[in-house]
T-cell receptor, first 115, second 118 residues
Framework: AQSVSQHNHHVILSEAASLELGCNYS??????LFWYVQYPGQHLQLLLK??????LVKGIKGFEAEFIKSKFSFNLRKPSVQWSDTAEYFC?????????????FGTGTKLQVIP | GAVVSQHPSRVICKSGTSVKIECRSL??????MFWYRQFPKQSLMLMAT?????????EQGVEKDKFLINHASLTLSTLTVTSAHPEDSSFYIC??????????????FGPGTRLTVL
């Protein structure tokens, strides 16, 4: 079965530190990859997504993610975090198999940025 | 941007009663809506996918007679938890996708509904 792993459950960083959140998935076929963010008290929002083409994807608020097919990974990065980046981040994979699609989410990573 | 609302945001009910949760797309037509369930400290689990005017497709392990989904219009889908029990207590989240979103795989999420069954 398709699975998505986020190894970091809780990350604490100081402002201006660099961020990298890991995401690995288990399916070897055609996938679309996403990172969603949930700020405190708000609903899930799309941060960035990868469909095809350049494996380095740039999203909103200075975030980027790199799709490495050989490693089944789609790690999220930001060179310098801000206090406002405090949120929970979810990696998601949409598996395409024939006419069937299913989005599977990782367990999420809570990021706490200390001023 | 596309907005999805859910009502109610929080509901407490007695065991054995039924609860209906509404999911609305406010400024676009949602040809497909998704219902997720999130347990504490766990990820979102897809429960079912519903397309307007047709029966919902339930994921394995989700009881379709317990979680009734209706997607009667392009802006409204409802999830009814029938004969609710304490183990049904959870955070239920819907998302919606329009026709353009099929090719871009874009889902817009609602704020979620916290269900507590006493």
């Amino acid at each position: 079965a398709q699975s998505v792993s986020q190894h970091n459950h809780h990350v604490i960083l100081s402002e201006a530190a660099s961020l990298e959140l890991g995401c690995n998935y288990s399916y070897g076929g055609t996938v679309n990859l996403f990172w969603y963010v949930q700020y405190p008290g708000q609903h899930l929002q799309l941060l960035l997504k990868y469909f095809s083409g350049d494996p380095l994807v740039k999203g909103i608020k200075g975030f980027e993610a790199e799709f490495i097919k050989s490693k089944f990974s789609f790690n999220l990065r930001k060179p310098s975090v801000q206090w406002s980046d405090t949120a929970e981040y979810f990696c998601a994979v949409n598996l395409h198999r024939g006419g069937y699609q299913k989005v599977t989410f990782g367990t999420g990573t809570k990021l706490q940025v200390i001023p | 941007g596309a907005v999805v609302s859910q009502h109610p945001s929080r509901v407490i009910c007695k065991s054995g009663t039924s609860v209906k949760i509404e999911c609305r797309s406010l400024d676009f037509q949602a040809t497909t809506m998704f219902w997720y369930r999130q347990f504490p400290k766990q990820s979102l689990m897809l429960m079912a996918t519903s397309n307007e005017g047709s029966k919902a497709t339930y994921e394995q392990g989700v009881e379709k007679d317990k979680f009734l989904i209706n997607h009667a219009s392009l802006t409204l889908s409802t999830l009814t938890v029938t004969s609710a029990h304490p183990e049904d207590s959870s955070f239920y989240i819907c998302s919606a996708r329009d026709l353009a979103g099929i090719s871009t795989d874009t889902q817009y999420f609602g704020p979620g509904t916290r269900l507590t069954v006493l």
